[in-house]
């Protein structure tokens, strides 16, 4: 059976309800985090880009919104969709969504990744058996009266778990860690003794103290550059990108 095509069918021009006659606006381009400013999100615009229907240069990044404003106010959204590209979806696990309104968007995104190391006292320093170089990629920053303080990448939420570790062998009444306190690239880490079951408040560290460390990326990402959010699973923010597209109706 043949379907006889309606000259709007053959032009490509929408119709759909009362869109027939309405004046169809769209708003789209891409964005990437300026490396100098982690503020701002530049539009690109070069010989290969050219961003449509979008306010200024820039759009602007507070805690973990983007606020991306329109050249004009619209009567009605019809769609509008953000899409990482392939460096923020593929190497940094990240997937994003809008909050739109008539005259901007509200670009919010998050990353799932897990990051893990192994750490000891090895008699005479600290040590990383693993995990350097990798998601976490953690730095000793001090020892204090029985506290270890360390630093790692960017890894938001508190969803992290400290164990016992032996590294292939026996220890001998061994310390048990304990987290005292998580940030968003730091953790403090106690022990307790488990033949007296009191916390080790001791001077100097000990060859007890050996543990496995695993935290998971819980929450939305930061996306102005603060709380040592420039890079997610070793990548630079600024060398991903973010799409969008949206039609409105005027």
Same mark, same amino acid.
């Given at each position: 059976?043949?379907?006889?095509?309606?000259?709007?069918?053959?032009?490509?021009?929408?119709?759909?309800?009362?869109?027939?006659?309405?004046?169809?606006?769209?708003?789209?381009?891409?964005?990437? %985090?300026?490396?100098?400013?982690?503020? $701002?999100?530049? =539009?690109?615009?070069?010989? &290969?880009?050219?961003?449509?229907?979008?306010?200024?240069?820039?759009?602007?990044?507070?805690?973990?919104?983007?606020?991306?404003?329109?050249?004009?106010?619209?009567?009605?959204?019809?769609?509008?969709?953000?899409? *990482?590209?392939?460096? =923020?979806? @593929? %190497?940094?696990?990240?997937?994003?969504?809008?909050?739109?309104?008539?005259?901007?968007?509200?670009?919010?995104?998050?990353?799932?990744?897990?990051?893990? =190391?192994?750490?000891?006292? +090895?008699?005479? #320093?600290? !040590? =990383?058996?693993?995990?350097?170089?990798?998601?976490?990629? *953690?730095?000793?920053?001090?020892?204090?009266?029985?506290?270890?303080?360390?630093?790692?990448?960017?890894?938001?939420?508190?969803?992290?778990?400290?164990?016992?570790?032996?590294?292939?062998?026996?220890?001998?009444? *061994?310390?048990?860690?304990?987290?005292? &306190?998580?940030?968003?690239?730091?953790?403090?880490? %106690?022990?307790?003794?488990?033949?007296?079951?009191?916390?080790?408040?001791? #001077? !100097? *560290? !000990?060859?007890?103290?050996?543990?496995?460390?695993? $935290?998971?990326?819980? %929450?939305?990402?930061?996306?102005?550059?603060?709380?040592?959010?420039?890079?997610? @699973?070793?990548?630079?923010?600024?060398?991903? +990108?973010?799409?969008?597209?949206?039609?409105? $109706? $005027?």
């Amino acid at each position: 059976m043949l379907t006889k095509l309606k000259p709007d069918m053959i032009t490509g021009v929408p119709t759909a309800g009362n869109l027939p006659n309405a004046e169809i606006g769209i708003v789209a381009g891409t964005i990437r %985090q300026r490396d100098s400013d982690r503020t $701002k999100w530049d =539009f690109i615009n070069d010989a &290969s880009h050219e961003p449509v229907g979008v306010s200024g240069t820039y759009a602007t990044a507070s805690g973990g919104t983007i606020t991306l404003n329109f050249d004009t106010t619209y009567s009605e959204v019809i769609s509008m969709v953000i899409g *990482p590209d392939e460096t =923020f979806a @593929n %190497q940094m696990n990240i997937s994003a969504g809008g909050s739109v309104g008539l005259s901007r968007v509200l670009i919010s995104a998050s990353s799932a990744f897990t990051g893990a =190391f192994t750490m000891e006292w +090895n008699g005479s #320093a600290w !040590s =990383f058996i693993s995990g350097t170089g990798q998601l976490l990629d *953690p730095t000793f920053v001090s020892y204090n009266n029985g506290t270890l303080n360390l630093s790692h990448d960017y890894c938001r939420g508190a969803a992290i778990t400290v164990c016992p570790w032996s590294d292939g062998g026996e220890i001998i009444n *061994p310390y048990i860690p304990i987290l005292k &306190s998580v940030g968003q690239g730091d953790a403090a880490i %106690q022990w307790m003794d488990t033949t007296t079951g009191n916390i080790v408040t001791d #001077a !100097s *560290p !000990s060859t007890r103290m050996k543990a496995i460390v695993t $935290k998971t990326n819980a %929450q939305g990402l930061f996306l102005d550059g603060t709380n040592n959010a420039t890079d997610i @699973n070793n990548v630079d923010m600024d060398l991903g +990108n973010f799409w969008f597209y949206g039609i409105f $109706k $005027k």
